[in-house]
């Protein structure tokens, strides 16, 4: 279904997105859709948070500042893309709260990832809930609410009083 909702999604844009045409594509009928999915809305929220799971791990700098530095210039890069946006306006309009909770699942396990990398070097790292609260969530309200893209200076400003000293 994800492959089906892709290559239309490349054919025609957003617009050519309708449970006929993907149980078309798919070769299904819209009432598997939509036994599976519930509406279109529900579909199109599965397939951002498989394109939102990260594929691999964080790229590893040799600190921890620096791959967190790294992952989350990488990370507000994506979100603030266009089709990084489209993705989090599928999973936010999406019913129900399990996307959510994905999507910060992934993102907090990215942040735990770099904090253990960080642990087994032997550095002081800093809890995941803070680079969330202090870093993450005003910039993500960024993108969301006030349509900016975070810069590397913000992310810098909002991330260096965090940074163990």
Do not use: K
């Amino acid at each position: 279904m994800h492959q089906a909702v892709q290559r239309l999604q490349d054919q025609a844009g957003r617009d050519g997105l309708t449970i006929p045409a993907i149980a078309a594509e798919a070769g299904v009928t819209p009432s598997t859709i939509y036994r599976r999915w519930g509406d279109l809305g529900q579909l199109l929220a599965d397939v951002a948070l498989e394109q939102l799971r990260p594929e691999s791990p964080p790229e590893d700098t040799g600190s921890f500042e620096g791959d967190l530095r790294a992952w989350l210039a990488q990370y507000f890069e994506e979100m603030a893309s266009e089709p990084g946006r489209a993705m989090l306006r599928d999973v936010l309009g999406s019913a129900g709260t399990d996307g959510q909770e994905r999507c910060m699942h992934f993102c907090t396990a990215q942040i735990d990832a770099l904090r253990a990398r960080g642990l087994q070097r032997g550095e002081a790292v800093v809890a995941t809930e803070s680079i969330v609260d202090q870093v993450i969530a005003p910039l993500m309200y960024r993108i969301l609410f006030a349509g900016t893209t975070p810069t590397t200076a913000d992310i810098e400003r909002r991330l260096a009083p965090n940074l163990p000293r």
